[in-house]
């Protein structure tokens, strides 16, 4: 569908007055004047009709409360000022820690979320809540998985419930907020803490502690949850959600893919071992721009006498891969656990180098 460019403007003002809460529609419709920041109410913005936005709660820290995990409904009732910006609707899917889920749960959670786009065209988008240990994998999952436009944005917490300083509940209203907002639309999953919309695909866990542990280093955020409104400012350019190729209906088991660490004398037998233990695929996270540890050669023989596949990525957090080599496949800018995760639902398509190149290089 072609969009002019003032019935884009008109959209995209109209969705951000419908996000900004009660307090900022009370202010358009009591200002009267129709600026770029006020388009008047029409029938199309239907301003009393909050989007919906679902939440599939998974566990994590964020709801792992003393004496008792707190559950999807209650999570929900956490959120002061919710029902100002959407109309919530809520399932448990799973109440663990983050390692405790399983990869075949990952893909019925995808399944579930896909389901729920396909049965709901009026559905705004999708909360995820889970464990921040793993959270930028499971994000980076359904970012692959997802086949929709619209956001899933997946949210946890570095304090539990039970601790001074709990930012669950800011970091829910937050995610709610962005799921509902139509200009989240067609980003891919997003991830949401602190007040900041990250990529799926970059984000990473860079501190063991501290609440502004999400980072995206060397791109950045792509915008920002703020008082007034949500802004974002860049996008993401590679293959993500509606434009996958990945079909989890279709994927009955994901192929085991380890990652092994390059280090000084690394020894080449855990590559080996991971292979003759059942590994399809092997993700090197190289010390630096895709060398290897000659103490691993004898194990990357071993993948090659095996057909099995070695994807080299880079250990230090960022930065790309420019080339493998003829044999192995450049995991270019992934970081080694993402680079699996792609690595396994490629698998589950293909074998062919070629094929797996093409598919590092498009998502
Ligand atoms: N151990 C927790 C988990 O990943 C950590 C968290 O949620 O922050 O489930």
Redesign the pocket.
Known sequence: MRVGPLALVVFLTLAHVAEAGPMARDAVRTAGVPTAETVPETPATQANVRPRVHLVAT????S?RRGGRLTAKELVALIPGLDGYVTASFEQFSNT???ALSLDQWLQLSRRINTLFREDAGLAGVVVTG????LEELAYFLNLTVRDVRPVVVV???RNPSTLGYEGAANLLAGFRVAAHAASRGRGTLVVLNDEINAAREVTKSDALRLQTFQTRGYGILGVVDRDRVVYYRNVERRHTRDSEFDVFAIDRLPRVDVLLTYQGAPGDLIRAAIDAGARGIVLATAGAGASSGTQDEGLAHAASKNVPVVITTRTGSGRIASAGSRRIAGQDLAPIKARLLLMLALTRTSETAELRRIFEEY
């Open positions: 566990g994590g820290t964020i792992n820690a983050s390692s464990g921040t240990d793993t946890g917490s570095m």
